[in-house]
């Protein structure tokens, strides 16, 4: 069973640009979530999809914006980077949005 | 609205000393709690879950946690902590709301082990 993997591991970007980060859901699991951790924090919930829908939202503006693809795995769309999306951004798999989530490795968005 | 409180952000305990980190929740119904733990500029990984039902529950790497409503207190416990426990861990609640789960983290405890 292949569990949650994401890509790329690292980016660096400069202030200003657009960054897509993607990640591939656990065999099976039709749910995606997405958070947001900067460093010395806990995860902050972005926005979960499920069945290609985004149903749920958390308190980041729309330049935050993703995709989900029959495969069930998903793309997180960032637009006009600021200094503070620095931070490592994880990627959540589940059945049915009330199960468990299992996480990937994340991505480490560096902005410039 | 729902939060996590982890009141300690470091402790420090011997390898083989018994180990229990703090996890204080605010949610107006019986939530979805969890324990996760975080290496290094690494993912997280589940350790143990409690949905309902025995309020003790057993998790991976002989962690246990119990949910006590009257206190809503989520506490992890290890009766003997190895060295490669040293991480970072987090109490999370989730609940079902308008059709998908929000999970909210609580900010962290990092686990030092000494010798």
């Known amino acids: 069973e292949t569990g949650v993997t994401q890509s790329p591991t690292h980016l660096i970007k400069t202030r200003g640009q657009q960054v897509t980060l993607r990640c591939s859901s656990q065999?099976?699991?039709?749910?995606v979530s997405w958070y947001q951790q900067a460093l010395g924090q806990g995860p902050q919930f972005i926005f979960q999809y499920y069945r290609e829908e985004e149903n749920g939202r958390g308190n980041f503006p729309p330049r935050f914006s993703g995709l989900q693809f029959p495969n069930y795995s998903s793309e997180l769309n960032v637009n006009a980077l600021e200094l503070d999306d620095s931070a490592l951004y994880l990627c959540a798999s589940s059945l049915p949005p009330g199960y468990e989530q299992y996480f990937g490795p994340g991505t480490r968005l560096t902005v410039t | 609205a729902q939060s996590v409180t982890q009141p300690d952000i470091h402790i420090t305990v011997s390898e083989g000393a018994s180990l229990e980190l703090r996890c204080n929740y605010s949610?107006?119904?019986?939530?979805?709690l969890f324990w996760y733990v975080q290496s290094p500029g690494q993912g997280l990984q589940l350790l143990l879950k409690?949905?309902?039902?025995?309020?003790l529950v057993q998790g991976i790497k002989g962690f246990e946690a119990e949910f006590k409503r009257s206190q809503s207190s989520f506490n992890l416990r290890k009766p003997s902590v190895h060295w490669s426990d040293a991480a970072e861990y987090f109490c999370?609640?989730?609940?079902?709301?308008?059709?998908?789960?929000?999970?909210?983290f609580g900010t962290g405890t990092k686990l030092q082990v000494i010798p």
């Open positions: 949610y107006g119904a019986t939530p979805y």
């Open positions: 065999s099976g699991h039709n749910t």
């Open positions: 409690y949905f309902s039902g025995d309020t």
């Open positions: 999370a609640v989730g609940s079902p709301s308008g059709g998908y789960q929000k999970v909210t």
